[in-house]
């Protein structure tokens, strides 16, 4: 192996957790791909790929992989802290990201169940009536402008999220909450090298209550199945035939309320905010909402709400010179392959017409299962949200937003707006 060290001085070291990379971010990612593009990373312990073809040759196969990554984690504690993150580890650790095969493909196959066509077409009609309500309560109640991600980024994906479980509208306030302590919890254990503690002790509570929520409405739907994903995802005999356990639905659904929620969440932040900032794309789209596929790959290539995915070697490896050895730590910069220059001609411009598939909901088998859900879900707000407010405008500075104070986790937090 080269020497690191020796190698690196042309790059300096930079962190990850403050505020000049997480405006800057992209102007590293830049550097890196002209003169880094495989960098080990001294304060995360861990090595940064940041070119598309990089990212998409090792995505797919199994020289990277993810089930190393909470030992990894429970490793660096100091001896006995671990008790601290055992209910919380119990739960996430059988989630399918943190599984790689053949276990993922035994999760996967009926967690696809979720998001069949027929499952998206079912509730288009559901997140339109939800995204209108909220928007009429928002004219009535806030004439003078609101704060899109507050009104509608935030609540509207967890309420579609609701109505696809069956979860009754009297609970969407607690179910909003639990979603947020997960993505507490969840943005501090992907970044952080030593997870926090306090923010473990933080969200027990929710991760508590929201299992004996789920496990109880689980036994109500085996006494009287619903219309509703629950109800789908059930067995009659439980573990038997390869048939999934009811902890291990309940698990998989915890997962898919964080992501269900928050990713949308950020999908729709960053989309608005690049209209926002392309003013003649704006002004198109809302002469042909059909161009709304289009636009929405081009904001995940530009600001996917996902910055880098993290992977472990699964055998050592040498690339473009460097020796990743067996077990060590890996992140795929998404972020950094959307804006390729190897890739993408003129990388920083918002262009429709790209031809480059981006990489904003990974790839391989652990590629995001709810991409056309994603895509079909943020089709049908923008398109009420256009529709209702034709000349919705920010009020917020556009040459610095409020990002999310999180290196992985990319979207607005807040977006105050008039219409």
Not at 384 to 396: D, Q, R, T
Request: proline share 5%; hydrophobic share 40%.
């Amino acid at each position: 192996m080269k020497n690191v060290i020796e190698e690196d001085q042309n790059v300096k070291q930079f962190s990850v957790n403050n505020e000049e990379y997480l405006y800057n971010c992209y102007d590293h990612y830049t550097e890196l791909r002209e003169k880094k593009p495989i960098f080990w990373h001294e304060e995360m312990k861990s090595w940064f790929i940041t070119r598309y073809d990089d990212i998409m040759k090792y995505l797919i196969g199994e020289t990277f992989i993810t089930s190393p990554l909470i030992t990894h984690k429970m490793n660096s504690l100091p001896e006995g802290e671990d008790r601290h993150f055992k209910d919380i580890v119990d739960i996430i650790s059988t989630w399918m990201i943190y599984n790689d095969r053949p276990d993922h493909t035994r999760l996967r196959s009926h967690m696809n169940r979720a998001f069949w066509t027929n499952e998206v077409e079912a509730i288009k009609p559901e997140i339109k009536n939800i995204v209108s309500q909220i928007i009429q309560k928002v004219v009535e109640t806030k004439p003078d402008g609101f704060d899109f991600v507050v009104d509608i980024a935030h609540p509207i994906p967890a309420m579609v999220l609701c109505k696809m479980l069956g979860i009754p509208v009297q609970e969407i306030e607690r179910f909003i909450k639990w979603s947020d302590d997960i993505a507490m919890f969840m943005q501090n254990f992907v970044v952080a090298l030593v997870p926090d503690k306090e923010i473990s002790e933080q969200i027990k509570k929710s991760l508590k209550e929201m299992y004996a929520f789920l496990s109880e409405a689980i036994a109500d739907r085996r006494r009287e199945k619903k219309n509703d994903l629950l109800s789908r995802l059930i067995s009659d005999n439980p573990g038997e035939n390869d048939g999934l356990r009811d902890d291990e639905i309940i698990a998989q659904t915890i997962h898919l309320i964080f992501g269900g929620h928050k990713i949308p969440q950020f999908m729709l932040s960053n989309t608005l905010h690049l209209l926002f900032k392309n003013p003649k794309v704006f002004n198109e789209l809302k002469n042909d909402m059909s161009m709304l596929p289009k636009v929405q790959d081009e904001c995940m290539r530009l600001e996917g709400p996902i910055q880098y995915i993290t992977r472990h070697a699964a055998h050592d490896i040498e690339i473009h010179g460097q020796l990743i050895k067996e077990g060590d730590s890996v992140f795929f910069f998404l972020g950094s392959a959307g804006r390729d220059e190897r890739k993408f001609e003129n990388p920083e411009a918002f262009i429709l017409e790209r031809n480059s598939k981006h990489l904003g909901f990974g790839g391989g088998y652990h590629a995001c299962i709810a991409a056309s859900f994603a895509r079909a879900e943020i089709t049908e707000i923008m398109l009420e949200v256009i529709e209702k407010f034709p000349n919705i405008s920010p009020l917020y500075d556009l040459n610095k937003p409020s990002w999310t104070m999180n290196p992985t986790f990319h979207g607005i937090t807040t977006m105050p707006v008039k219409f």
